[in-house]
């Protein structure tokens, strides 16, 4: 039911940054983690990073000191800040909220943005 909403892609040069972001139609306090996910052409989805109600954050090797993810609980609004960009971050970027019980709560996917590195 909840929807999930990503912005903020785009084209941006290598070093640079951006940030995305995923505006819930619910409250996230629903949720036990809230994630971005991406995929390059080709590839599988994989986890960028995560963070859950408690606000403890997990982050992929790839990403770990160059990729924060935060929360705004009074916009409903997760957000990704992406800094020192490589040009193998470019994929399609997915907002997920999962939370349990998963027959009521469960697993929610956003539509993506596209995040393309490039000189």
């Known amino acids: 039911q909840v929807q999930l909403v990503e912005s903020g892609g785009g084209l941006v040069q290598p070093g640079g940054s951006l940030r995305l972001s995923c505006a819930a139609s619910?409250?996230?306090?629903?949720?036990?983690?809230m994630a971005w996910y991406r995929q390059a052409p080709g590839k599988q989805r994989e986890l960028v990073a995560s963070?859950?109600?408690?606000?403890?954050?997990n982050y992929a090797d790839s990403v770990k000191g160059r990729f924060t993810i935060s929360r705004d609980n009074a916009k409903n609004t997760v957000y990704l800040q992406m800094n020192s960009l490589k040009p193998e971050d470019t994929a399609v970027y997915y907002c997920?909220?999962?939370?349990?019980?998963?027959?009521?709560?469960?697993?929610?996917w956003g539509q993506g943005t596209q995040v393309t590195v490039s000189s």
């Open positions: 619910e409250s996230i306090f629903r949720f036990n983690v």
């Open positions: 997920n909220a999962k939370g349990w019980p998963i027959a009521t709560i469960g697993e929610h």
């Open positions: 963070i859950t109600s408690g606000s403890s954050t």
